[in-house]
Every structure is written in C-alpha cells, then in structure tokens.
C-alpha cells in the first residue's frame, strides 16, 4: 500500500509579485484539484484546508505539524498565510517523492470550513503587466503630435520584442519562442501580456502555455505545441498542395505552381527540436481505472486554409493554400511586411516570389497539421503515477480495441489528491506512434 503524500509552499511577493524569502510551508491538505492544458492560457488549482492550524514549538523545529496533544500549542488562522497574489507551489507524490504539481498565485480565498483557495498558474503575472512599456515613446509621427496613438507597430520579429518585455518585467520564470516570422503587428498600448498572447492565438494560431518544471516554470510560445516532425508536415504539404495561378503575377502563375509541387516533398518549416520528454506507459485493465476514449481520424476534408502576405510595393498579396481546391476556406491567415518589396527586374522577382512562398507554405503547413490529426478523442482515470503534464507523449498498450494501442499526445491533465485518493484524468490527442 502505498501512502499520499503532498507539500503546500505560501511564498509572499512584492509589489512585482515576485517571491520574497518569506514563505510557509504545509504537509496536509484537504483536497486539491487542478486543471492544466497547453489550450488553456492559464491552469487552475483548488484547496481545500482546515480553518485553524496547529502550532507550536516542536512543530516549528521540526518543519512540518505535530499532533495537537503536544505541549506549547499555538492555534493560527488559515488566512493568515493565504493570502491573495501570494506566490504557491504545490508538491503531491506516494512514499515521500514529491513531484511539483503546480506553481501560480492564490487568486481569490473563500469559504468557513474547510478554506477554499483558488489559484493560477503565473499567466496571472501576465494579466497585471502590460505588453508595452508605460514610457515607451510614441512615433514620430504627425498624428501623435496631436493626439497620443493608441498602438505601436512590431516591426517583423515578434520573438525578440516579448523576450525583451518579459526580461524587463524580471517575471519569475523562463520564455522560449518557437515561431516563425510573422510579419508586422499593431499591438495596442493597454494590451496585458495575456492579452497580447491571447491575439497571437487568434489571428496566427500561436499557442502559449506554461511547462512545469522540476525546478523551473517555462512559458512556451509556439506554432507546433503537438510536436509535428518535419516529415509528417512534408506529407501534409504533399496530400494538401494546391496548383494555382496567382493573378498579381501574371506569366509567373505557372512558374509559382511547378515551384509549390517541387518544394512539397522538402519542406524545411520553421520548427523546434523534436522533444517528447517523459513518455509514460499506461496498461488497459492494469493501472487504467477508466475511459472513454474514441478513435478520432482527420477534420479536413472538404474545406482549405490560406495564407496571404501583402509586401510594401504590393497592393495584392502573395497567398499560398492548403486542403481542397473546391473546399470551403475555413480560415486566411494575413501577414504584412513593411520593409520587404518586389523587385521590377523579371529574374529577380521569380527568385522572390518562390522566397515568399516557401515561407507561405512552412507558415501554413503546421496549423493545418495541427487541424487534421489522427489519434484519440475523451479521456482515461489512472492514479497519480506515472506522472503526465501537458504535451507528454503517453503510451497506452493492451486495449481491446488495436487502433488506442500507441503513443499519443496529452493535451489536458486534471489531477485530484485528497481523502479518496491521488488520480489523474489525462485527455488525449494525436497520435505520435503505433505500437
């Protein structure tokens, strides 16, 4: 028999929210539930804890609470110690191996008896922190001299502006962007981080989320959160290709179509090291509790997605499709570049026009990827190990039915522990491998 275990950590923060030396530390909790899923900007905990706490000298020495028939007895209240924007980690494991479940702020403290303490993840940090600087100065521009604009413009590389937003804001945790070019963007001057991050999803289907860490918290931002291997985007460009002409071209329609069926089957897209991390194995009718998992094959079909970019010299875009010719188009993707321009000269503007297309094409190859994947749709109970985060590749074996044999992607991870026990309800995406 194995037995929970589980570790609170309260740190105190400053007016940046920044953790301080000061912190408290608690072995029990009543329950706890939490959410987490690279869909979701901002992963959710819930505690419950007893009102009073137990204290007394012992029990400070030791590090951890003693039994209340102990001399020297101190009763403190709960909310002393939980208190809102407080910095939280949370810490559940069997047999004294504790696994970090959890890092945020407590966001809201309700309820008599047992406490109810709600959090999120550090995406609330991003709520209270702008994405443009309070003194960044406004263009040169002649409207700004009579009245303040509203919106900046980033020029091209979005990477670098919000890693040296961040970096300035000393959040306590780590950026890694994997994203390609985007072009120029017109970000208001009230936008939160989370705000600006929630338009990138929008507009450019660029996801951003938290990876927990052992020791660290990550936010990443990124166009492949299912880790597409560049092989398996080659096939979607090669299934999906469309031949076309483009009318802003003229002659060169024909040169742009044979250059698009060329470059299918060698698509260099822009994408991050291929990583899968913990790869745990679940066993059906072993430590698979429950599940209603589904086969799921591909959303594409008679629908097409797009992808446009306008140029400084070009009031009609270069565009680049996916999917079926005579599809629906389900989603146009724009992208403007303000410092790039066609060239007159007739060479020159082919060898162009071929370099805005590749780019058209690896832009487009992952998003719709992301939309047409195989795997399994529901979710499966198993207990709180092996331990699985979101973006985990999680193997499953001895199902009944082959086709949930494999290893698919975890997209959500809802994780209780309290008096009835530690599980973990993982959702499931697309598959990875079969076995």
């Not at 970000?187 to 938290?210: A, D, G, N, P």
């Not at 086969?295 to 009609?316: A, C, D, H």
Request: hydrophobic fraction near 35%.
């Amino acid at each position: 028999m194995f037995s929970l275990n589980s570790r609170i950590v309260v740190y105190e923060t400053d007016e940046q929210l920044l953790p301080t030396s000061t912190s408290y530390e608690f072995p029990y909790c009543k329950h706890v539930a939490i959410c987490s899923s690279y869909k979701n900007l901002t992963d959710t905990a819930t505690l419950q804890l007893p009102k009073k706490l137990n204290l007394n000298w012992l029990s400070q020495q030791l590090g951890f609470q003693v039994p209340v028939n102990l001399p020297n007895i101190e009763e403190r209240s709960i909310h002393e110690f939980f208190k809102l924007d407080n910095y939280i980690e949370i810490f559940l494991g069997y047999d004294g191996d504790y696994k970090p479940a959890f890092r945020g702020y407590i966001t809201e403290v309700k309820g008599d008896a047992p406490v109810t303490i709600e959090c999120q993840d550090l995406m609330y940090a991003c709520k209270k922190q702008k994405i443009v600087a309070s003194k960044e100065p406004a263009d040169n521009e002649l409207r700004n001299l009579i009245s303040k604009n509203p919106s900046i413009t980033v020029p091209n590389n979005i990477g670098d502006f919000i890693q040296e937003r961040l970096q300035a804001l000393e959040v306590p945790f780590e950026t890694v962007v994997e994203i390609e070019d985007v072009g120029e963007l017109i970000v208001m001057r009230e936008w939160t981080v989370c705000q600006f991050l929630e338009y990138l999803r929008e507009k450019h289907q660029i996801w951003s989320y938290f990876e927990l860490g052992d020791h660290n918290n990550v936010l990443r931002i990124t166009n492949n959160p299912t880790k597409f291997t560049k092989n398996e985007l080659g096939k979607v460009v090669e299934k999906l290709k469309i031949d076309y002409d483009i009318p802003l071209l003229g002659n060169l329609g024909e040169l742009v179509s044979s250059t698009i069926t060329k470059l299918a089957s060698e698509l260099t897209a822009f994408l991050p090291s291929i990583f899968f991390g913990n790869r745990p194995t679940f066993k059906f009718f072993e430590n698979i509790i429950s599940d209603n998992l589904k086969v799921v094959k591909e959303e594409v079909k008679n629908i097409r997605f797009r992808v446009e970019k306008f140029l400084v010299n070009s009031n009609t875009p270069i565009y680049y499709e996916l999917g079926n010719p005579e599809g629906e188009l389900q989603k146009t993707f724009i992208l403007h570049d303000n410092e790039d321009t066609l060239p007159k000269d007739e060479l020159l503007l082919k060898q162009k026009v071929t370099e805005v297309q590749e780019d058209l094409r690896d832009y487009l190859a992952p998003r719709v990827a992301w939309k047409r994947r195989t795997g399994l749709s529901g979710s499966f109970t198993t207990f709180g190990e092996p331990f699985v985060r979101p973006t985990d590749s999680v193997t499953l074996t001895n199902a009944e039915d082959k086709e949930k044999n494999g290893t698919f992607i975890a997209e959500t991870v809802k994780r209780t522990f309290g008096t009835e026990g530690y599980r973990q309800t993982i959702t499931l995406g697309r598959i990875v491998e079969t076995n």
